[in-house]
């Protein structure tokens, strides 16, 4: 369908169109055409994705100054879902205005999920793909391989190079696949082909990491223009991930496996020192130069700047006590030296960049400008040495990472040295922690750099505290409700069990066997009532663990298999799959299943459970975080200071989006239907329940509260058999829940109708 939208016209590939996602489209365009930044939530299952796609790229063919939509996705998973639902669009814009509609798309991953080399791609790890290519590619490989043809290059990128300027993608949309066979067809290296054509592409869509990492981003994004349109999606978790992108774990074994990097690279140096001098006198004099010109290096090299410097640091040269390829590897000596005794302690210690830099420069004489230089230095003598296990380096990289970023920032870090993990004392496992407190500081240049940051997902309730969490001013915020024609939505919170006795996840009451037992006459109860699939969400491994153990004793388990499957989610990513994947077959079979999982776990992030797959979830407890991490209770402080958020309110923010997230896994459309159980008596506080996302709040009546397990069992009942009736998908006249484009037409002419 094709509608107006304030004077823009909308390109639509369905025939209907939900109120939600046509008053999504007028927000998000009043957001662009202001050139600021906006939040928007969206229910579950209402087609965001779609929505998003038609109004950004109707604008682009509208306004020809708008850049290009970067889409930025958590898994590859999503990456492949938005480029299926752009294709079905961009056939649709194709058909209603032809050629000119025709747009470059595509997806850019790691070289894992694009190399196509034989040999290659076979290889386990991101990293050893990584390593693998590097040492066909890099630019010295190359160079030896024409003089010695038994020097083996990879053929795929051989023939990339060769083509030059004319190695070009057609206008289309390129899923990985896609990318792939392309690559095979022509012989052409899928992976640098993608990053050459997102120059010219119209949409890119990948992971948060190629804008919120410095390490990746300079790689990457360094070159897109500021009026492109940047898109966050599923966005609950980006204060998590940028905080991620900022912090250094280092423990004992990565400072022995930085020494023995630091062995290899003298002696490579040595070696260089007595067959090629003159490549390390020409490395000296171009960091006395400065390191900005290092962007011309080959992109196969892979190493660039990081963008974590502010540009003029770029433009300066390298201190002079580590330009010399030995001097650089003696000061990385005295610093490892000095990070092996932080680790010597027998108590926790925390102190601010500030307090170790002065530590630094005291005990071993480094100040902070070197410490700057740490990572593109070593990037730079890693090329200069013709160095392409670049994974073999990672120790060393990491110590470089943590200098870097001790060097750069003196707010909004706090360094913790813990020698054991509270939780197993009796373990010695020392870690030294740099760890980021502020989110904003990794997605600042994002929203400096690009007119437009369109953050959204479905669970970004309570929306206001965002802004503050980011430190930015949006142009729109706004969460939308959902239509149904009917009520295809049941939460319920359950406050107690059969016997009356309250129930929670609460550290004094956890483990109670009254509780345990309650908990499991509710699962009990429900596999026996509910058909197809029950995903059930924990609070932590440790408690999932703890609690099936119990319910295996008291013969709880037993019972329930009388009924469903039971399968299990790990910390194993394989053994997950495997284990989802037998779950999804059980279904499939009408023998239904029962999956427990983890809130903050990979299942509750990126799995969906529709269908049969999933007709109720029940969420055991509330996920707060452990709340004696040091690093938490630093954050917690940080935040308070900073921008005035109480520890409560975010704790209780957090561990209620978790739980939003885990049980709206179970509907993924209007057409699907499931029950969501809120286990635990916290829920039925004020304070924890107005947190939760506004489409479940609109469904949870207040005979849904402060059930006990019975009460809970009737409504579950009642609400399967009103699901089993025939309903009319289209709505009545006084609660439209599909829009036509004659709809949509009187709208325009009048006011709007829902």
Not at 22 to 27: D, G, N, R, S
Request: proline fraction near 4%; include cysteine; charged fraction near 25%.
């Amino acid at each position: 369908m094709k509608f107006q939208i304030e004077g823009l016209t909308i390109y639509f590939p369905y025939e209907f169109i939900y109120p939600e996602q046509y008053q999504y489209m007028v927000e998000l365009k009043r957001a662009l055409d202001a050139k600021g930044h906006c939040l928007l939530e969206m229910p579950t299952g209402t087609g965001k994705t779609i929505t998003l796609l038609s109004l950004i790229t109707s604008y682009q063919l509208a306004t020809p100054s708008v850049g290009k939509l970067i889409y930025c996705t958590r898994t590859v998973h999503e990456m492949e879902k938005v480029l299926d639902e752009l294709r079905t669009l961009q056939a649709y814009q194709e058909k209603e205005i032809g050629k000119s509609a025709k747009i470059l798309a595509l997806g850019l991953s790691s070289r894992k999920n694009l190399c196509i080399h034989p040999k290659v791609s076979g290889e386990g790890s991101r990293e050893s793909v990584d390593a693998g290519c590097r040492k066909l590619t890099a630019s010295w490989v190359r160079a030896a391989a024409i003089e010695n043809p038994n020097i083996e290059t990879c053929p795929f990128y051989e023939n990339y190079e060769k083509k030059g300027a004319d190695a070009l993608l057609p206008p289309g949309v390129y899923t990985l696949h896609d990318l792939r066979v392309f690559g095979r067809e022509k012989g052409w290296c899928p992976y640098f082909l993608a990053r050459h054509m997102i120059q010219f592409a119209n949409v890119v869509v990948y992971n948060y990491q190629y804008l919120l990492d410095p390490k990746v981003s300079g790689i990457i994004s360094r070159e897109m223009e500021k009026e492109c349109i940047v898109v966050f999606d599923e966005a609950h978790n980006i204060d998590n991930v940028c905080i991620e992108a900022l912090s250094v774990n280092i423990r004992q074994q990565t400072l022995d496996g930085a020494t023995r990097n630091l062995n290899k690279l003298l002696q490579t140096i040595e070696r260089f020192k007595a067959t090629d001098a003159n490549r390390l006198r020409e490395e000296y004099n171009r960091l006395v130069e400065g390191l900005a010109q290092r962007g011309n290096l080959s992109a196969s090299d892979g190493w660039l700047a990081n963008p974590a410097l502010p540009d003029d640091i770029l433009r300066e040269a390298v201190p002079g006590n580590i330009r010399r390829a030995e001097h650089f590897v003696a000061f990385l000596r005295r610093l490892v030296q000095y990070l092996k005794g932080r680790l010597q302690t027998d108590k926790a210690e925390k102190e601010g960049p500030v307090s170790l830099l002065n530590s630094l420069n005291t005990s071993v004489g480094i100040d902070q400008k070197t410490l700057k230089f740490c990572y593109d230095r070593l990037n730079s003598l890693l090329l200069t040495l013709e160095i392409t296990d670049i994974d073999e380096f990672l120790h060393i990289q990491a110590v470089c990472d943590f200098a870097t970023l001790v060097g750069t920032y003196t707010r909004g870090f706090s360094i913790i040295i813990e020698p054991f993990d509270e939780r197993m004392p009796h373990i010695p496992d020392p870690l030294l922690q740099l760890s980021c407190l502020d989110a904003s500081l990794a997605i600042k240049p994002v929203f400096e750099r690009f007119q437009s940051v369109v953050i959204t997902s479905g669970t970004l309730s309570p929306i206001d505290l965002y802004p503050r969490l980011l430190n930015f001013n949006p142009v729109i915020i706004q969460s939308f409700a959902m239509t149904l024609t009917r009520d295809c939505l049941c939460p319920m919170v359950l406050t107690r069990g059969s016997d009356q006795l309250p129930i929670s996840t609460k550290f004094d009451m956890r483990s109670d066997p009254g509780v345990v037992r309650n908990y499991g006459r509710l699962l009990l109860e429900m596999v026996a009532t509910v058909p197809d699939g029950v995903v059930c969400f924990f609070v932590s491994y440790s408690y999932m663990d703890g609690i099936v153990n119990n319910w295996n004793e008291m013969g709880i388990l037993q019972e329930v298999m009388q009924h469903k499957l039971v399968f299990i989610e790990t910390q194993d990513v394989v053994e997950t799959t495997l284990a989802l994947d037998n779950y999804r077959r059980a279904c499939d079979c009408g023998r239904g299943a029962v999956f427990f999982s983890v809130a903050r776990g990979k299942v509750a992030e990126g799995i969906d459970f529709d269908r049969h797959y999933g007709r109720l979830v029940i969420m055991f407890g509330v996920p707060f975080q452990y709340t004696l991490s040091r690093i938490l209770i630093a954050r917690l402080e940080y935040l308070r200071e900073t921008f005035q958020i109480k520890e409560s309110d975010f704790l209780t923010f957090d561990a209620v989006r978790q739980a939003a997230q885990c049980v709206g896994r179970v509907i993924r459309s209007k057409a699907d239907y499931g029950m969501m159980i809120f286990a635990d008596k916290r829920y039925n506080r004020y304070d924890k329940r107005s947190k939760l996302p506004g489409w479940i709040l609109s469904h949870l009546r207040e005979a849904h509260l402060n059930l006990s397990t019975d009460m809970a069992l009737h409504i579950a009942r009642e609400f399967l058999r009103r699901m089993a009736q025939p309903y009319d998908k289209t709505g009545s006249a006084s609660k439209m829940t599909l829009l036509s484009q004659a709809d949509l037409e009187r709208m325009d002419k009048s006011a709007p109708v829902f």
